[in-house]
């Protein structure tokens, strides 16, 4: 595989220019990965994908008592948690009733509030088990104050989990520091892994010596799985929920563009998207009628990252999707009424805002008009 040399990865194996061994091929993108994330040596661990690395982190965390047994999450989760959260309640003989916690935003609002979500860790405190979040809501892109809920839940004596896919490679974390039991993602949305691709795990080291609840020979250290031997020797930390040989195919994917990453950070990063975000907001709301289109997205730049949600009340916003995609935009459409355009800042630039707004204006107008002679 042609790949170009990285800051030289750790571990048993060296990387010659061009080449990804097999055997380390998911290894290699762990350092690039704990950057991201914030993340101690052992703490991060490439394998699979989300909904499946969702289901194995709760086989382990999730490890419901009588007292405790409920999982608290979010109104608004994205499909795929929900399904995993229902089938891991059912598997423990809970109902979905009984064992789900839903935190919504309030009436007539589309945004969650940290105080809500601290007091419901409050009022259902003594008899969660694991408390579990989307970080970034792919929806309205709100990013959550993941340090101080984590802080509320651990206090209270519940595990706290974080499907970060919208949040790695999009903001600044420090999961290690914040105290975070575990996480997940996917590798490709802000990462540019590629559908399909690897997924990628969080587990704090205060986890590392608890074997996961089920584990393969991909769980057992590399100096030992060739032995074969009748018992495992399994990993410390996060490899440990490994069990499968990874695909060398999308860990190169997900290397490759690590290694993009690497040549920056994510302070940078982040720096350079609360710019664009910012300048796409001031423009959004200078240019277009609050009556006619709202950003629903925060405001404030620390509870957001470069994706904002438009929400189109006057308009059909499948159509104003189409006419955007005719003319070489690439967003995204969510009826009844969001459209979510994300300005990358690894590759998009101030001329690239000013020419979307120029062009959405212009849309607006046709379906304006549309509507009008309709
Ligand atoms: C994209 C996404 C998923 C689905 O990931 P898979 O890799 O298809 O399992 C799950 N949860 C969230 C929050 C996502 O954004």
Redesign the pocket.
């Known amino acids: 595989m042609n790949i170009s040399p990285n800051p030289q990865p750790r571990g048993s194996h060296t990387y010659v220019e061009g080449s990804l061994p097999v055997i380390t091929c998911d290894e290699a993108c762990e350092e690039g990965l704990e950057k991201l994330v914030g993340a101690s040596v052992g703490e991060v661990a490439v394998l699979n994908?989300?909904?499946?690395?969702?289901n194995l982190l709760l086989l382990s965390f999730y490890r419901p008592t009588q007292a405790r047994f409920r999982i608290l999450f979010e109104d608004g989760?994205?499909?795929?948690?929900r399904y995993v959260l229902q089938s891991q309640v059912k598997l423990h003989d809970h109902t979905v009733q009984e064992a789900l916690i839903k935190v919504s935003p309030r009436q007539g609002e589309f945004l969650l509030t940290t105080e809500d979500i601290i007091e419901a860790i409050k009022t259902y405190g003594e008899s969660i088990s694991v408390v579990f979040l989307?970080g970034m809501n792919?929806r309205t892109g709100q990013f959550l104050d993941i340090a101080r809920i984590t802080e509320a839940a651990r206090t209270r004596g519940c595990l706290v989990g974080w499907?970060l896919?919208?949040a790695v490679g999009n903001v600044p974390l420090q999961l290690h520091s914040w105290g975070v039991d575990f996480a997940c993602w996917?590798s490709?949305?802000y990462l540019c892994g590629g559908a399909?691709g690897m997924?990628g795990i969080f587990v704090h080291n205060r986890h590392q010596d608890s074997t996961p609840l089920l584990v393969g020979w991909w769980s057992n250290k590399l100096e030992t799985r060739f032995n074969m031997a009748e018992t495992i020797d399994v990993s410390k930390g996060a490899r440990a929920f490994r069990m499968t040989t990874p695909s060398p195919w999308h860990s190169s994917l997900l290397y490759a563009s690590l290694q993009i990453f690497s040549r920056t950070s994510m302070n940078e990063i982040s720096r350079k998207q609360r710019f664009l975000s910012g300048y796409l907001d001031l423009l959004l709301r200078l240019h277009f009628d609050p009556e006619q289109m709202q950003v629903v997205t925060p405001q404030e730049p620390s509870q957001r990252g470069s994706l904002l949600t438009l929400n189109f009340t006057k308009m059909d916003v499948r159509q104003v999707y189409q006419l955007l995609e005719s003319r070489g935009i690439v967003c995204d459409v969510r009826p009844p009424g969001f459209l979510r355009v994300s300005p990358s800042p690894l590759y998009c630039n101030f001329e690239d805002i000013r020419r979307f707004v120029h062009i959405l204006k212009e849309v607006c107008m046709l379906c304006g008009r549309c509507r009008s002679t309709e």
Do not use: R, T
């Open positions: 994908g989300l909904s499946v690395n969702i989760a994205f499909p795929s948690d989307g792919f499907d896919a919208h996917c490709n949305k399909g997924g």
